[in-house]
Nanobody, 128 residues
Framework: QVQLVESGGGLVQPGGSLRLSCAAS????????VAWFRQAPGKEREGVSC????????FYADSVKGRFTISRDNVKNTVYLQMNSLKPEDTAVYYC?????????????????????WGQGTQVTVSS
């Protein structure tokens, strides 16, 4: 069964850090770009970061540049999102997604329609 599973979310104080993991099962992530999205209550899902299959191309939303770092470990079949200097506005459900159709393009990394497999999401809450 093809599946993406996120983990690592939780409650953290402003200025704190979390590392999210996106583990794949039933298929190999090596060949595919993987993105992180987030959705806060009452807001649209937004692209946070994306890493190409080779990790040669990495993208970040302006709101997280300099604070978040995406990486991948193809041996562990996992993609990570290291989140530092967290702010209350980072509070959201975080999802990872991948495009197994191999139609992904860097110019469309931030569009949810660019991905065909999604995880179930992990809650991140930044609050004092």
């Amino acid at each position: 069964q093809v599946q993406l599973v996120e983990s690592g979310g939780g409650l953290v104080q402003p200025g704190g850090s979390l590392r999210l993991s996106c583990a794949a099962s039933g298929f190999t992530l090596d060949y595919y770009a993987v993105a992180w999205f987030r959705q806060a209550p009452g807001k649209e899902r937004e692209g946070v970061s994306c890493i190409s299959s080779s990790a040669g191309s990495i993208f970040y939303a302006d709101s997280v540049k300099g604070r978040f770092t995406i990486s991948r470990d193809n041996v562990k079949n996992t993609v990570y999102l290291q989140m530092n200097s967290l702010k209350p506005e980072d509070t959201a459900v975080y999802y990872c997604a991948t495009d197994t159709r191999l139609t992904w393009s860097g110019s469309r990394w931030h569009r949810a329609g660019s991905y065909d497999y999604w995880g179930q999401g992990t809650q991140v809450t930044v609050s004092s």
